[in-house]
């Protein structure tokens, strides 16, 4: 199998110092990647730097000049027009990369249908709950970051650019993995790969941030949907092939950005990690319950839970079992509706 | 040790915030506000054995420009923003700093002080080292854009993006702030005295009429305009005849001097354009609700914000106080110490 071609595109406005430890990351990392540059209307000094370095990497580098300053999320699109390879990494300027970082990540291109590749993005996406309690290497995810992602070119070319009409940040990054999906590519983080890099910068006043990202949401939302928060409960007697058959509902309704509390019992949980079943998907969450106090346990963990997460609801299990504790449950048809199928 | 002295001196000392301008010095003392107010000018007497004794410093320097005998010198150290000359500016301070404090001796004082937004490390810690050997107990170094524009009452420590124009003697500063920092600045070394320059050279051209720099300041005053307006200013000009060689008098009028002045205004206008393009649209969208803020001597220049309103299509005003904007922002600073050290740069 020939390895994949790879464009690195890193936007920059200013901030020499830290654009510098980017590019010299990079460099370091991709030995054979074509950087893509963006200077979004950088001040003289960080423009002199850009050019040094693409002098230095010659045909190696695209070095893109706009007259202004154009925002982030054009600033990518534009590069990603011009974007020939494969596969292509989006890096903000501030990113800081390990010296295998790419290499990990295009092995994880090779996944099934894999469109979007994230690395573990430090600290702006938190440590999904199963990589703690397993040693999955690699996961389906719905978070991505603009401090890494990897884009295949084929989902690019099928789904097309980034919104600009949104808020320039999540509510845009959720769009588009939304519109991945939709065209079934994937997203995965490769989990033993991790980035470090700065928060993005939050510009403009505090109103019109709130604002943007309102419309943003509101836009999102019309397009695909609220994401549900869901609790579910296995019964004990509950078999390993209805086990199954409930891990691929849910598994094809994370897909599309809705999240899972999935409780099992001692047995099944065994069952389902030996399946794989912790290494699934991001927003599947199993929760081990013991063998005494199970409803209480249970009851515990959901007053938790609901605490922490107010919009998370209970839905009945398969047969429509009710949610133990629960006297409002959804019913388990919407996990057929949340799941599409 | 001296640390100790330090601060025993620095109870007897008022705090200072000086605006070292290339133009004009303006000191603002802790609690009493603008105490001093002169020229950026230093007269220097240079003795036979070759070194250089200061005679006067400010007003009375500036008084003997252009009448001094070979061996006195009136200097000015700063030249565009920027200390030209760290002995004379050091002699400068130090002479402010002691009539502010009724001469006094032993005075500790801690200082702030306003320096241009584009100035190297090496210059940063030459303004420093100068404060500080003036007799400055602490030094803190402010941009002047940052301290315009706190002087002008931005909201500086939110999170919207804030504009600041401030048209100094030797520069000209634009910034965009947010959240206490420059977020974007640009400096163009055009500024109050390109201005009289353009006028000397102007007249200088076109009525063989030679003008010193005094009255070309006063012309910028009285009858120079960044746009037309509603009527057109006369004034009489007194110089020399460059063919005839004696005095005589015309009569110059507003349109004359816009034209004279075209190509520093552009400059200015230029600069305040590269910088709202270069801004990220999340800011400029906040510049466009609150517009753009003038300071510095410059902002008085007439029409100066009709122009820039014209061409930048985003509402222009200037400050209440454009003078004293940079001296009353860092005297600001001095009342709050947190502010201070969020806006202090290092050097």
């Keep these: 199998m020939t390895t994949p071609t790879l464009d690195i595109i890193i936007p920059v406005w200013n901030s020499p110092a830290e654009t510098r430890g980017c590019l010299v990351s990079v460099m370091e990392s991709a030995q054979t990647a074509r950087l893509i540059i963006i200077n979004n209307g950088c001040d003289r000094t960080t423009e002199l730097m850009l050019e040094e370095i693409c002098d230095h990497l010659g045909e190696r580098a695209l070095y893109l000049t706009m007259e202004r300053n154009i925002g982030f999320v054009p600033a990518v699109n534009r590069a990603l027009k011009r974007s020939e390879a494969d596969w292509c990494i989006i890096l903000r300027p501030t990113t800081i990369i390990n010296p295998h970082c790419i290499q990990q990540l295009l092995q994880t291109t090779t996944l099934e249908q894999a469109g979007l590749v994230t690395p573990r993005c430090l600290p702006e996406i938190p440590l999904p709950t199963q990589l703690l309690k397993s040693n999955c290497t690699t996961l389906e995810t719905c978070e991505i970051s603009f401090v890494a992602i990897a884009i295949s070119k084929v989902m690019r070319e099928t789904i097309g650019l980034f919104d600009e009409e949104l808020d320039g940040g999540p509510w845009c990054l959720k769009d588009y993995r939304y519109r991945a999906d939709a065209h079934g590519f994937r997203t995965y983080l490769a989990a033993t790969v991790t980035v470090e890099g700065q928060p993005a910068a939050l510009l403009g006043s505090l109103e019109r941030r709130r604002r943007l990202v309102e419309t943003a949401r509101t836009i999102c939302q019309q397009r695909w949907g609220t994401q549900e928060h869901l609790a579910i409960y296995l019964p004990k007697e509950t078999d390993e092939e209805k086990l199954n058959e409930t891990l691929k509902l849910l598994l094809s309704a994370a897909r599309h950005g809705h999240l899972f509390e999935l409780f099992l019992h001692g047995r099944q949980y065994h069952a389902a990690c030996k399946s794989g079943a912790t290494c699934l998907h991001c927003g599947i969450t199993l929760h081990k319950l013991p063998a005494l106090f199970t409803i209480r346990r249970l009851a515990r963990t959901m007053t938790a839970l609901t605490t922490t997460y107010p919009q998370l609801q209970a839905v009945c299990g398969l047969d429509d079992t009710p949610f133990p504790g629960f006297d409002s449950t959804l019913p388990h048809t919407k996990l057929f509706q949340l799941a599409k199928l | ?347």
């Design chain 2, 1 to 347: 040790m001296f640390k100790i002295f330090d601060s025993i001196f620095g109870m007897f000392s008022n705090d200072l915030a000086i605006d070292l301008g290339t133009a004009n010095t303006l000191v603002y003392l802790k609690g009493k506000g603008i105490v001093v107010r002169e020229p950026s000018v230093v007269a220097v007497q240079r003795t036979p054995t070759g070194q250089q004794k200061v005679l006067k410093v400010g007003m009375e320097a500036k008084l003997m420009l252009g009448r001094t005998p070979g061996s006195i010198t009136a200097i000015r150290p700063m030249k565009d923003g920027v200390i030209a000359d760290f002995d004379i500016t050091e002699e400068m301070l130090r002479y402010f700093i002691h009539k502010v404090h009724n001469r006094k001796t032993l005075v500790r004082p801690r200082i702030v002080i306003c320096v241009p937004s584009g100035i190297t490390q090496v210059e940063k810690r030459a303004v420093k080292e100068s404060a500080e050997s003036a007799g400055a107990r602490e030094v803190y170094l402010i941009e002047e854009p940052m301290a315009a524009a706190i002087g002008a009452g931005l909201p500086i420590t939110e999170a919207s993006g804030n504009m600041i124009v401030d048209i100094g003697g030797g520069t000209t500063e634009v910034a965009v702030i947010s959240l206490a920092g420059i977020v974007y600045s640009q400096s163009t070394r055009m500024g109050g005295d390109k201005m009289d320059e353009s006028i000397v050279q102007y007249i200088k051209r076109k009525y063989n009429l030679q003008i010193g720099e005094r009255m070309a300041e006063a012309i910028k005053i009285e009858i120079g305009e960044a746009y037309p307006g509603p009527e057109v200013l006369t004034m009489a000009v007194k110089g020399r005849d460059l063919v005839s060689g004696i005095p005589k008098t015309i009569e110059i009028n507003s349109d004359e001097i816009r034209d004279a002045l075209k190509e520093a205004v552009n400059a200015i206008v230029d600069t305040v354009r590269q910088c709202l393009e270069r801004t990220p649209p999340e800011l400029a969208a906040d510049i466009v609700d609150k517009g753009i803020f003038l300071a510095g001597g410059g902002a008085g220049l007439r029409n100066l914000d009709l122009l820039l309103r014209e061409i930048t299509k985003v509402p222009v005003l200037i400050a209440e106080n454009p003078l004293d904007c940079v001296v009353l922002g860092s005297g600001k600073v001095l009342d709050e110490l947190h502010l201070l050290r969020r806006v202090a740069i290092t050097s």
